[in-house]
Nanobody
Framework: QVQLVESGGGLVQAGGSLRLSCAASGTILGFNTMAWYRQAPGKQRELVARFIRSPLTYQYVDSVKGRFTISRDISKNTLYLQMNSLKLEDTAVYYC??????????WGQGTQVTVSS
C-alpha cells in the first residue's frame, strides 16, 4: 500500500504563491502517474496537473496553465505543485493522486488552499 500526505496549504492573498507537497510512504520512482486534483465547494473534483512517467508528459487544466507547475523529487519521495499568481477561483481542497502501476490508485487526504482578496 501507498500512503500519500499533502501539506503546504493555507491562506494566501490573490497574486501570491504556495507550494504544495505530497509525500509518499515509499519510492515514487516507478509510479506511472502522479497528479494533483482539487475540489471547490459545490464543484466536482477536477484534475489540475498530472505527471506521466512514460512517455514523459506534464498536463495542466487550462485555467492554471502558466501559473502552476507540477514536479517531483525522487530522492524525497515527494510530488510538488508550485502555484503562482493565485486567484480567488483557486480556492479548493487539493488532493494528491498516484497510480503506481496499472490497476492501483491512491489518494491523499487533501490540503486546503484559500485565496483571499
Amino acid at each position: 500500500q501507498v500512503q500519500l500526505v499533502e501539506s503546504g496549504g493555507g491562506l494566501v492573498q490573490a497574486g501570491g504563491s504556495l507550494r504544495l507537497s505530497c509525500a509518499a510512504s515509499g519510492t515514487i520512482l516507478g509510479f506511472n502517474t502522479m497528479a494533483w486534483y482539487r475540489q471547490a465547494p459545490g464543484k466536482q473534483r477536477e484534475l489540475v496537473a498530472r505527471f506521466i512517467r512514460s512517455p514523459l508528459t506534464y498536463q495542466y487544466v487550462d485555467s492554471v496553465k502558466g501559473r502552476f507547475t507540477i514536479s517531483r523529487d525522487i530522492s524525497k519521495n515527494t510530488l510538488y505543485l508550485q502555484m503562482n499568481s493565485l486567484k480567488l477561483e483557486d480556492t479548493a481542497v487539493y488532493y494528491c493522486n498516484a497510480h503506481p502501476y496499472a490497476g492501483y490508485e491512491y489518494w491523499g487526504q487533501g490540503t486546503q488552499v484559500t485565496v483571499s482578496s
